[in-house]
C-alpha cells in the first residue's frame, strides 16, 4: 500500500531537547511538506522540499530544521530553540509535476513539559 | 501574499438542513483544494478544483470553483452526523510553487 507514514504518533519531551520526527513515503512524489497545528486552529507551513537536497523555510521555520537525503524522507527536528512546540505536526507530499494536492501523514501529537 | 478566508468558522447545523461554507482568497488562482479533518486525525482529500467553474459532488457534499470572484463554496446538502469534522480550503497561488495556503477551517457540527 502506498501512503505516507509518520512516527511516532505520540512523543513527550523535556523542555531544552532536540527531538526528531519521522516522515516517510512510498509515493514516488516530489515534493514533502511539514506543517504545524495547535489546537482549533489551521495549518501553518514549516518548510518544504521539492527536490532531494533542497528545501525552503515556510511561515514559521525558526526553531525547526529538516534534511531532504532521499526522496522517501523528510525528518523535521525541533529544537530547543522553538518556544513552543507543543502542537500537532502534519507531514505531507505531493507530486508537483501535475499538480498540489498534497497527502497526509497520520500526524505526530508532541508534547513538550 | 495570498491569504485564504473561510467562513463561517464554526457551523452548527440541524441534520436534513442544507448550507454552504464559503472560502475566500486574495491573489489569482485556479487550483483549489478541499479537506477534511476528524478530532485528533489529519487531513483527508474531498475535493480537487482545477479550472474556473469546476464542480465536483461526493455524496451530500459539492465543491466549485469561481476563479474570477476568488472564491469556492462547499455546499452541503440533507446534513447527516458523519459530516461532523472541521473543513479546510487550501489554494495553490500561480506563484507559490506547490505551497499550499489553508484557510483556518470550519468545525461542522450536525445535530440529530
Known amino acids: 500500500d502506498g501512503g505516507i507514514t509518520q512516527s511516532p504518533k505520540y512523543l513527550f519531551r523535556k523542555e531544552g531537547q532536540n527531538v526528531t520526527l519521522s516522515c516517510e513515503q512510498n509515493?514516488?512524489?516530489?515534493?514533502m511538506y511539514w506543517y504545524r497545528q495547535d489546537p482549533g486552529q489551521g495549518l501553518r507551513l514549516i518548510y518544504y522540499?521539492?527536490?532531494?537536497?533542497?528545501?525552503q523555510k515556510g511561515d514559521i521555520a525558526e526553531g525547526y530544521s529538516v534534511s531532504r537525503e532521499k526522496k522517501e524522507s523528510f525528518p523535521l527536528t525541533v529544537t530547543s530553540a522553538q518556544k513552543n512546540p507543543t502542537a500537532f505536526y502534519l507531514c505531507?507530499?505531493?507530486?508537483?509535476?501535475?499538480?498540489?494536492?498534497?497527502?497526509f501523514g497520520p500526524g505526530t501529537r508532541l508534547t513538550v513539559t | 501574499e495570498l491569504k485564504v478566508e473561510q467562513n463561517p468558522l464554526f457551523l452548527s447545523m440541524q441534520e436534513g438542513k442544507n448550507y454552504t461554507i464559503y472560502c475566500n482568497y486574495s491573489?489569482?488562482?485556479?487550483?483549489l483544494y478541499w479537506y477534511r479533518q476528524d478530532p485528533g486525525k489529519s487531513l483527508e482529500s474531498l475535493f480537487v478544483?482545477?479550472?474556473?467553474?469546476a464542480v465536483k459532488q461526493e455524496g451530500r457534499l459539492m465543491a466549485s470553483l469561481d476563479t474570477k470572484a476568488r472564491l469556492s463554496t462547499l455546499h452541503i446538502t440533507a446534513a447527516v452526523h458523519d459530516l461532523s469534522a472541521t473543513y479546510f480550503c487550501?489554494?495553490?497561488?500561480?506563484?507559490?510553487?506547490?505551497?499550499?495556503?489553508f484557510g483556518e477551517g470550519t468545525q461542522l457540527t450536525v445535530n440529530p
Open positions: 505531507a507530499s505531493s507530486l508537483v509535476l501535475l499538480y498540489g494536492e498534497q497527502y
Open positions: 491573489t489569482t488562482s485556479d487550483r
Open positions: 522540499s521539492q527536490i532531494v537536497n533542497d528545501f
Open positions: 478544483l482545477l479550472s474556473n467553474g
Open positions: 509515493l514516488n512524489h516530489d515534493a
Open positions: 487550501a489554494v495553490e497561488g500561480e506563484t507559490s510553487g506547490s505551497r499550499l495556503t
